[in-house]
């Protein structure tokens, strides 16, 4: 199994829709991440969490939201999807502990299409 | 605030040739640590490279070489006798190592690399 998963891999949605995409991991680390990434933009950050009871705002988080479930659980969700969040986005983990730094582990994606 | 800077957009080589994937990063923090990843077309993001700041020795592994400069503020990737599976996104990457907002990681806009056979 996977050390970061994310559900669902593909998604067709359409406008107006809510959605939700969903990050497990195993890792035990205790700082979660959601980027998008975009053609020609990079990975950009919508939100971020250092724990339960920590979310942050990233640099694109209009339109979104999350929930920190657990230490092991991070969603994301587009509340009323637009074609404009047509994206792949990522989710990534981190450990606090930085002696040493292990650096960051990958989801492999989820795909989502809004029409 | 932190920032990477990949000015190439796009490269085109033949097989065999040597390529070099430039990265340029701002920061005002003296620990950070410094990342590149390959992005092939099935969209997974593939670790290859972590480097922090104390260490400048530039590394090789295999056909892959990183040539790390603080002066210039450059974590140039190198790879030779390039191959067609070395097609992909390259992205390079920073995080600042002294916490809170700052330990996010803040990534270029990635380079796209063709290798023609």
């Known amino acids: 199994d996977a050390d970061v998963t994310q559900t669902p891999r593909n998604r067709i949605t359409k406008t107006g829709k809510r959605i939700m995409l969903e990050c497990s991991q195993t890792k035990g680390h205790d700082r979660m991440y959601w980027y998008r990434q975009d053609p020609g933009l990079g990975l950009r950050l919508i939100y971020y969490?250092?724990?339960?009871?920590?979310?942050n705002k990233g640099e694109i988080s209009d339109g979104y939201s999350v929930s920190r479930q657990a230490q092991a659980k991070f969603s994301l969700s587009l509340e009323s999807a637009i074609p404009n969040q047509t994206a792949l986005y990522f989710c990534?983990?981190?450990?606090?502990?930085?002696?040493?730094?292990?650096?960051?582990?990958f989801g492999s994606g989820t795909r989502l299409t809004v029409v | 605030a932190q920032k990477v800077t990949q000015a190439q957009t796009e490269i085109s080589v033949v097989e065999k040739e040597d390529v070099t994937l430039d990265c340029v990063y701002e920061t005002r923090d003296t620990t950070y640590y410094l990342f590149w990843y390959k992005q092939p077309p099935s969209g997974e993001l593939v670790f290859l490279i972590r480097r922090n700041s104390f260490d400048e020795q530039n590394e090789i592994s295999g056909r892959y070489s990183w040539n790390f400069q603080k002066s210039t503020s450059s974590f140039n990737f190198t790879i030779t006798a390039s191959q067609v599976v070395d097609s992909a996104v390259y992205f390079c990457?920073?995080?600042?190592?002294?916490?809170?907002?700052?330990?996010?990681?803040?990534f270029g806009k990635g380079i796209t690399l063709s290798v023609r056979p």
């Open positions: 990457a920073l995080s600042e190592e002294t916490g809170g907002a700052n330990s996010k990681l803040t």
């Open positions: 969490s250092f724990d339960v009871k920590d979310i």
């Open positions: 990534a983990t981190s450990d606090s502990d930085r002696n040493p730094f292990r650096g960051y582990t």
